[in-house]
């Protein structure tokens, strides 16, 4: 057995809720692997560089001590040697000499490995080289900064490879050492420190590094963007799709509903004729049977015509039209309209007016269906002006062609109603009025038709206050 499911407005939004969530989830799953990744480069290539300018900094504290060696004995041959010979034989002792000599050797030294000293004599050209092939060997390709920095002078001295002029703490004014990128870079190890002194450091900033870090993932992030947006776009497009269904299934419930009040009163009307002529006492009197027989009669051409209009809307929706194309004299149609209609109009109390003003009324067009549009507009300004209906319908040249509009001050319609009244099965709510019948097919017919004139048509309309449509059929039609 078929069971057919109804979604409710609930379980839709449910639906939509559990799916907005999902994607949301998988997206910040997506970025939060992603961020990882990056994060482990970031890692990887930290590692790399610290590795690397501690190995610049063994490079130069071995050349430090080289060239303070080379210092020192430099030193000690220029040392005078009757100078020693007599501090030797003024001690007293051979053990005293000896210590004589050793702290000699240590005052020496300390001289030569001042902490300080060594950081200001560093070899600008061997410390570029020395950054260079570190950075090189750890697979490092990327654009940098460095300096040397002293804090004896709270300054750079060195920057890029070249000597900064250093005067003190004037050198630069705050405002400059903030806008200098060696004051936020990450990666800093000192140079020459000792358990009493830190004379400085060497400072790394890799300007580029995280535009580095993030092109290594850019590939997987676009596609994970992409894939994401693609499956956004089809949710979207599938909840819209539901919404519009939904919206279609209960026009087309709303249509059937229509659809039997409207034949269920002339077949009950024609049912009732049908007995009465049947009744023996009727049936003798010629002038009431022909009474019911006419009853009948328009019953079925109401019902004849109900069909036909459904008929039409599914020839309409195949694009099977064909239109008999003949000269129409517009105003003679608007004429003819105005008078079926106008009983209906005056019994409520109301009128209709006509300022036909077009001076090219005649048109190529089929008369029928132009015919068929002027009945729906009037037929829907007298169904929607509940009282004393005050209708205009009025004519002017259009370029190219000719305009008419039927203004009417009944109920009206909202904006967002306006968007929808050419929809098949569409019927204006009516609020607490229960008496404006209609299959919902008047206006989308209405569209149909004009749009196969290749004409225009638009209505404005203000709630409580009325409606007017405006219809352009060319004067001419094309034909090829």
Same mark, same amino acid.
């Given at each position: 057995m078929n069971k057919f499911v109804v979604m409710t407005k609930k379980a839709i939004w449910s639906i939509i809720i559990i799916m907005s969530l999902s994607l949301i989830g998988v997206g910040l799953i997506q970025f939060f692997w992603i961020k990882r990744a990056v994060d482990l480069d970031e890692k990887n290539f930290n590692d790399k560089v610290t590795l690397a300018l501690s190995n610049v900094k063994k490079r130069?504290? =071995?050349?430090?001590?080289?060239?303070?060696?080379?210092?020192?004995?430099?030193?000690?041959?220029?040392?005078? !040697? #009757?100078?020693?010979?007599?501090?030797?034989?003024?001690?007293?002792?051979?053990?005293a000499s000896e210590l004589s000599q050793r702290i000699k050797e240590l005052e020496y030294k300390s001289s030569i490995y001042d902490p300080y000293q060594l950081l200001e004599n560093i070899d600008i050209k061997k410390l570029d080289k020395y950054l260079k092939t570190e950075l090189e060997s750890k697979e490092i390709d990327l654009r940098y900064e460095y300096g040397v920095y002293s804090n004896r002078d709270n300054a750079y001295f060195i920057e890029n490879g070249n000597y900064a002029a250093t005067i003190g703490d004037t050198t630069k004014s705050s405002n400059v050492a903030a806008m200098n990128p060696l004051y936020k870079a990450e990666y800093k190890i000192s140079l020459f420190a000792d358990e009493m002194n830190d004379p400085g450091h060497l400072n790394l900033y890799f300007p580029g590094k995280s535009r580095f870090l993030w092109s290594n993932v850019? %590939?997987?992030?676009?596609?994970?963007?992409?894939?994401?947006?693609?499956?956004? !776009?089809?949710?979207?497009?599938?909840?819209?799709?539901?919404?519009?269904?939904?919206? !279609?299934?209960?026009?087309?419930?709303?249509?059937? +509903?229509?659809?039997?009040?409207?034949?269920?009163?002339?077949? @009950?009307?024609? *049912? =009732? &004729?049908?007995?009465?002529?049947l009744n023996p006492s009727i049936l003798e009197n010629k002038e009431? !049977?022909?009474?019911?027989?006419?009853?009948?009669?328009?019953?079925?051409?109401?019902?004849?015509?109900?069909?036909?209009?459904?008929?039409?809307? @599914?020839?309409?929706?195949?694009?099977?039209?064909?239109?008999?194309?003949?000269?129409?004299?517009?105003?003679?149609?608007?004429?003819?309209?105005?008078?079926? &209609?106008?009983?209906?109009?005056? &019994?409520?109390?109301?009128?209709?007016?006509?300022?036909?003003? &077009? *001076?090219?009324?005649?048109?190529?067009?089929?008369?029928?269906?132009? *015919?068929?549009?002027?009945? +729906?507009?009037?037929?829907?300004?007298?169904?929607?002006?509940?009282?004393?209906?005050?209708?205009?319908? #009025?004519?002017?040249?259009?370029? %190219?062609?000719?305009?008419?509009?039927? *203004?009417?001050?009944?109920?009206?319609?909202?904006?967002?109603?306006l968007k929808l009244i050419f929809e098949r099965f569409y019927r204006v709510h009516t609020g607490n009025l229960h008496n404006v019948k209609g299959f919902g097919l008047g206006l989308s017919y209405v569209k149909a038709m004009v749009d196969a004139h290749h004409g225009k048509v638009s209505v404005k309309s203000e709630l409580g206050k009325g409606s007017t449509f405006t219809v352009f059929l060319p004067e001419k039609q094309n034909t090829k």
């Open positions: 130069l504290n =071995l050349d430090a001590e080289t060239l303070a060696e080379k210092k020192y004995y430099e030193k000690r041959l220029l040392e005078p !040697v #009757s100078i020693l010979d007599e501090i030797i034989r003024e001690d007293l002792t051979k053990g850019i %590939g997987i992030l676009l596609s994970s963007v992409v894939f994401t947006g693609l499956i956004l !776009v089809c949710f979207s497009y599938t909840v819209w799709v539901i919404f519009h269904q939904k919206k !279609v299934s209960e026009m087309k419930t709303d249509f059937i +509903n229509n659809m039997t009040h409207e034949f269920k009163t002339p077949i @009950a009307t024609i *049912s =009732l &004729a049908s007995d009465s002529i009431r !049977v022909s009474r019911f027989i006419n009853i009948i009669k328009q019953e079925n051409k109401r019902m004849l015509g109900q069909v036909e209009k459904v008929l039409q809307m @599914a020839q309409i929706e195949k694009q099977n039209v064909e239109l008999k194309l003949n000269d129409v004299d517009l105003h003679e149609l608007i004429q003819d309209a105005v008078v079926n &209609a106008e009983l209906k109009v005056q &019994a409520k109390g109301g009128r209709i007016t006509t300022n036909l003003e &077009a *001076s090219k009324y005649i048109i190529t067009g089929d008369v029928t269906h132009i *015919s068929s549009i002027i009945n +729906n507009l009037l037929d829907n300004a007298e169904k929607y002006t509940p009282k004393n209906p005050d209708i205009i319908i #009025s004519t002017k040249d259009g370029r %190219g062609g000719v305009e008419f509009s039927i *203004s009417d001050n009944g109920i009206g319609m909202a904006k967002d109603t």
